[in-house]
């Protein structure tokens, strides 16, 4: 099961993330964005990393030029897309793993997304009026609908998860991985030492109970 930190900007988070147990860092490459990271900082994160993690690129409306422009660069082994410009084409024409990060509004959204059952989707919720990016928003979802999407497909639960609520989240919903990002800063794009050690490992403690139980498939036969 993955346990992900989002918007990392700096070798000394990479590499705390890292040593707690993280699977995937999200390396923001959105411009708009306050957790943006520029090819100086794309790389010392990368070279900190170094092959231990995953790295995934988080985009909004890429074309598969630029998605395969920096896995390349940067080692990426996904990138997660955002946007209302996405097509399932970007699956076939990108090199890497595509993960689809869904702002959803409704549990009925979640469920006829057009996006391939095979692939992983990255379930958020929709920003609110007057913001102008998806993801980052600290909201929540509600754990009955990310639990009922769990049952399909994997997913990964991403919006307002913090060290203090990762462990109920992940017995709730069981999903395939949990993202956290602006529940680990002390200020926009500024993540905080000890809520990413605190997240990353209670994350990992409460996918090894969960690994320990049946699965909700199995628990409903």
């Known amino acids: 099961m993955i346990v992900k930190v989002c918007g990392v900007s700096t070798p000394q988070i990479?590499?705390?993330?890292?040593?707690?147990?993280?699977?995937?860092?999200?390396?923001?490459?959105?411009?708009?964005?306050?957790?943006?990271?520029?090819e100086a900082?794309?790389?010392?994160?990368?070279e900190a990393v170094g092959g231990r993690a995953d790295l995934v690129g988080v985009l909004v409306d890429?074309?598969?030029?630029?998605?395969d422009q920096l896995a390349t660069r940067f080692r990426l082994s996904a990138v997660q897309v955002h946007g209302d410009n996405v097509d399932?084409?970007?699956?076939?024409?990108?090199?890497?793993?595509?993960?689809?990060?869904?702002?959803?509004?409704?549990?009925?959204?979640?469920?006829?997304?057009?996006?391939p059952p095979s692939g992983i989707?990255?379930?958020?919720?929709?920003?609110?009026s007057?913001?102008?990016?998806?993801?980052?928003t600290g909201?929540?979802?509600?754990?009955?609908?990310?639990?009922?999407?769990?049952l399909h497909r994997r997913i990964v639960l991403a919006g307002g998860i913090t060290p203090d609520n990762v462990a109920d989240t992940v017995q709730?919903?069981?999903?395939?991985?949990?993202?956290?990002?602006?529940?680990?800063?002390?200020?926009?794009?500024?993540?905080?030492p000890e809520l990413v050690r605190a997240y990353v490992r209670t994350a990992r403690a409460a996918y090894d109970v969960l690994d320990e139980l049946p699965s909700r498939r199995e628990a409903h036969v």
């Open 41 to 46: 900082q794309a790389e010392a994160v990368m």
């Open 172 to 192: 709730r919903v069981r999903p395939y991985g949990v993202d956290a990002s602006s529940g680990l800063e002390s200020a926009p794009g500024v993540k905080d």
């Open 130 to 136: 007057g913001e102008a990016l998806p993801g980052g």
């Open 62 to 67: 890429p074309d598969p030029a630029l998605c």
């Open 14 to 38: 990479a590499e705390l993330a890292v040593e707690c147990g993280a699977d995937w860092i999200g390396l923001v490459f959105e411009p708009r964005s306050p957790r943006y990271v520029d």
């Open 121 to 128: 989707v990255l379930l958020d919720a929709a920003p609110g």
């Open 139 to 150: 909201r929540r979802l509600p754990l009955e609908w990310a639990a009922n999407v769990a």
């Open 88 to 115: 399932t084409s970007l699956i076939v024409s990108t090199s890497v793993p595509v993960i689809r990060g869904m702002n959803v509004a409704t549990e009925h959204q979640a469920y006829t997304f057009e996006w």
